[in-house]
C-alpha cells in the first residue's frame, strides 16, 4: 500500500516510444512519476531515434495496440489517458473504438488528452497524412483536451476547410475557438512557437475582459524588490499559451527560454495535465501546473547528446533520505538514527556502570550519585517536552508531549522511592549540587528546545527515552540467557531494571518511537536537516554516556 494509504492515480499514455527517453512514453512516464501517479503505456510505435532526430519507425499492428489497450483497461481502473504519435489512421481507429466500447456508458470516460503529434522537433513526420481526419472524425469528440502546437493547429484546421496562418495572440484565440468546434471540451494551443510580447499581452487583456491571464512565471504587483534585482522581462519574447474552454479563455504566460532542450516538451505538457486531471483537478489549474513544471523543466535541463537535448523531468523530485514505514520496517528513521551513531549507541546501552549494576555489583555510591543526577536532570527533562508542547501546534502532539510530562513525574516518583531505600529523602535530593554533566546536558536540551525547531528538540528527547527503554530490554533478555551474566535475584537493584523493561516504561517509548516516525513522514528532512538531525542525536548518546561515565569516575 502506498504512503498514508493513498493508492496513486493510474495514468495510460498511449504512444510511441523514444529509445533516446526524452519523449514519447518515456517522457510521458516520468511525468506521471513526478507528480505521484502510476504510469502505463500502449506503444503505438518503436523509433530510431536521439536528440538529432528520428531514423526509423516501426510500427506496431493495429491488432496488437488494441490487444495492449484492452489488457490494460480490462484489469485496471484508468484515472486519465493522454495520446501522442499513433502512427497511422488503423491505430488511431482501433483506439478510438476500444475506448468507445471500453467506456460505452454515458460519463464513464475518465478524462482524455489528445496530443496531436503529427511532426518531430526536427521535422520527422509522426502521424499519416490520412490519420489527421481519423483523430478529428473520432478522437477530439471523446477528448477532454486537445494539446495542438502551431503547426499542427493549422493542419487540423485545414483538414476542416479553415486556412490559417497563426502569428498573433488574437490568431491563437480565434484558432482555439475553432479548433473547439471538433468537438473537445477544452482546446490548449501551445505558444512554443510564436513570438510575443508582454505588450500583445496587455493590449488583448485589456481588450478583451472574458480573458484571464495567468502569469505566474512573471514577476507581479507588489514585487519590487524582486523587480529591481531581476532582469526586465517587460521587452523580452514571451511563450503564451491559450486554453479555450465552452465560457472562458485563459491565457498562461511564461518567458521564452533560449535552450536547445525542448525535446519531448509537448510530450511532457500533456502527460502533466492527463495526471492532475487524474487526481481531480480543473483543467484550468492542471494546465497552470503543467506549464509551469515544462517551463522549470527547460531551464534547468542538464545536457544530453548532440542536438535538441530532453528537459529535466526531475526537477520537481526531492530524493527520500528517509523511506516511509512499511510492515517490515515499521521504523525506519529510529533504524537510522541508530545506526548513524552506533558505536557511541552500544558504549552508551552497554556501559560498564549498566553491567556492574545487571550483576549486582555497582558500588552503591556509584549508583546513589547517578540517581540523585538523574533526579535533578529529569527536571530539565520535564522542561524541555514544556517546550515541545509549547512548539506543538495540533491537539495530538501537545497530548503526546504532555503524556510525556507526566510520564517523566511518574519516573520521578520511582527515584524518590529507590533512594527512601537507600535512605535518601526528597529533601536531600534537592540540595544535591549538580555535575558538570548534568548541567551539560541540562542546557544542551534547553538549548535545542530555544532554537525554534521542533524536530531537533524531539531528536535530543529521543535518546535519552529509548536508551533507557534499550537498556532494560537488552538486560530482561540477557537475563534469559543460560548460565546469564546477569544476575536478578538478589540483586539491590532489580526494580531499576524491571521498571525500564517494564510495560509502563516501554509504553512511553512506544509513543516516543510513533513521534520520530510521525515527523520524518510529514516533514521529510534533506540532507543538511538529517545530518542536523543524526548529529543532534549522536550528541546526546555522548551526553547520556557521559551521565555514567562521572557516576563510574568516583571509584
Same mark, same amino acid.
Given at each position: ?20 527517453? #526524452? +519523449? ?52 485496471? @481502473? ?21 475506448? *468507445? ?8 470516460? @475518465? ?8 511532426? %518531430? ?46 502569428? %498573433? ?22 505558444? $512554443? ?10 493590449? /488583448? ?48 504566460? %511564461? ?10 516538451? #509537448? ?10 486531471? $487524474? ?6 489549474? +492542471? ?21 535538441? #537535448? ?12 528517509? @523511506? ?17 551513531? +552506533?558505536?557511541?549507541? *552500544? +558504549? ?30 529529569? *527536571? ?69 528546545? /530555544? ?17 533507557? $527503554? ?12 543460560p548460565s546469564s551474566w546477569v544476575k536478578l535475584e538478589g540483586n539491590a537493584y532489580l526494580r531499576w531494571i524491571e521498571d525500564y523493561s517494564g510495560e509502563q516504561y516501554q509504553n512511553a517509548v512506544k509513543l516516543g518511537l510513533e513521534t520520530i516516525e510521525a515527523l520524518a513522514v510529514a516533514d521529510p528532512p534533506s540532507a543538511l536537516r538529517f545530518k542536523e538531525w543524526c548529529d543532534v542525536w549522536e550528541k546526546c548518546t555522548q551526553l547520556e554516556k557521559g551521565f555514567w561515565d562521572a557516576s563510574m569516575q568516583l571509584l
Amino acid at each position: 500500500m502506498a504512503e498514508n494509504n493513498i493508492i496513486p492515480p493510474a495514468i495510460l499514455t498511449i504512444a510511441g516510444s523514444d529509445s533516446s527517453g #526524452g +519523449a514519447g512514453i518515456q517522457a510521458d512516464l516520468k511525468s506521471f512519476t513526478a507528480f505521484g501517479c502510476y504510469g502505463m503505456s500502449v506503444i503505438t510505435a518503436l523509433t530510431a531515434q536521439n536528440t538529432t532526430g528520428v531514423q526509423g519507425v516501426h510500427p506496431s499492428p493495429p491488432e496488437f495496440v488494441e490487444q495492449q489497450l484492452r489488457s490494460i483497461l480490462d484489469d485496471i @481502473p484508468v484515472h486519465a489517458i493522454k495520446t501522442g504519435m499513433l502512427f497511422d489512421a488503423e491505430n488511431t481507429r482501433a483506439i478510438a473504438r476500444t475506448l *468507445k466500447a471500453h467506456y460505452s456508458e454515458a460519463g464513464s470516460m @475518465p478524462p482524455l488528452v489528445v496530443d496531436p503529434v503529427c511532426v %518531430s522537433t526536427s521535422g520527422h513526420t509522426l502521424l499519416a497524412p490520412e490519420a489527421v481526419q481519423v483523430v478529428i472524425d473520432e478522437l477530439c469528440p471523446l477528448a477532454t483536451l486537445i494539446t495542438p502546437n502551431k503547426a499542427e493547429a493549422e493542419l487540423l484546421l485545414s483538414q476542416k476547410g479553415t486556412t490559417v496562418h497563426i502569428t %498573433s495572440l488574437e490568431d491563437m484565440i480565434s484558432s482555439a475557438e475553432g479548433l473547439l468546434a471538433l468537438g473537445s471540451k477544452a482546446v490548449l494551443l501551445k505558444g $512554443g512557437h510564436v513570438e510575443l510580447t508582454l505588450s500583445d499581452v496587455e493590449k /488583448l487583456a485589456a481588450a478583451r475582459r472574458d480573458v484571464t491571464v495567468v502569469r505566474e512565471e512573471l514577476l507581479l504587483d507588489n514585487m519590487e524588490i524582486l523587480q529591481i534585482h531581476e532582469k526586465d522581462l517587460s521587452t523580452r519574447p514571451l511563450v503564451v499559451d491559450v486554453l479555450r474552454e465552452a465560457n472562458q479563455t485563459t491565457l498562461f504566460v %511564461s518567458p521564452r527560454i533560449d535552450s536547445s532542450s525542448t525535446h519531448g516538451t #509537448g510530450c511532457t505538457l500533456s502527460a502533466v495535465i492527463a495526471s492532475l486531471l $487524474g487526481k481531480g483537478n480543473t483543467v484550468v489549474e +492542471a494546465t497552470r501546473q503543467a506549464t509551469s513544471f515544462t517551463h522549470v523543466g527547460i531551464e534547468t535541463a542538464f545536457p544530453v547528446g548532440h542536438g535538441h #537535448g530532453p528537459l529535466n523531468h526531475l526537477h520537481a523530485l526531492t530524493q527520500r533520505i528517509i @523511506p516511509p514505514p512499511t510492515a517490515s520496517n515499521p521504523h525506519p528513521m529510529t533504524r537510522i538514527l541508530i545506526q548513524s551513531a +552506533a558505536k557511541t549507541w *552500544k +558504549a552508551y546501552v552497554e556501559h560498564d556502570f549498566v553491567k556492574q549494576l545487571a550483576r549486582g555489583t555497582l558500588p552503591k555510591e556509584c549508583f546513589l550519585h547517578f540517581i540523585k543526577q538523574d533526579y535533578l536532570y529529569l *527536571k530539565y527533562y520535564a522542561r524541555a517536552y514544556g517546550l515541545l508542547v509549547a512548539k506543538s501546534s495540533t491537539y495530538s502532539s501537545i497530548q503526546s508531549a504532555t503524556q510525556t510530562i507526566i510520564n517523566v513525574i511518574n519516573e520521578v516518583s520511582t527515584h524518590k522511592a529507590f533512594c527512601a531505600q537507600w535512605g535518601i529523602s526528597e529533601a536531600d535530593l534537592i540540595s544535591t549540587p549538580e555535575s558538570p554533566s548534568t548541567t551539560a546536558y541540562g542546557a544542551y536540551l534547553i538549548d535545542m528546545g /530555544l532554537q525554534g525547531d521542533s524536530a531537533k528538540l524531539i531528536m535530543a528527547l529521543a535518546a535519552c527515552l529509548l536508551g533507557y $527503554g534499550e537498556v532494560g530490554l537488552w538486560l530482561k533478555k540477557e537475563a534469559t540467557k543460560p548460565s546469564s551474566w546477569v544476575k536478578l535475584e538478589g540483586n539491590a537493584y532489580l526494580r531499576w531494571i524491571e521498571d525500564y523493561s517494564g510495560e509502563q516504561y516501554q509504553n512511553a517509548v512506544k509513543l516516543g518511537l510513533e513521534t520520530i516516525e510521525a515527523l520524518a513522514v510529514a516533514d521529510p528532512p534533506s540532507a543538511l536537516r538529517f545530518k542536523e538531525w543524526c548529529d543532534v542525536w549522536e550528541k546526546c548518546t555522548q551526553l547520556e554516556k557521559g551521565f555514567w561515565d562521572a557516576s563510574m569516575q568516583l571509584l
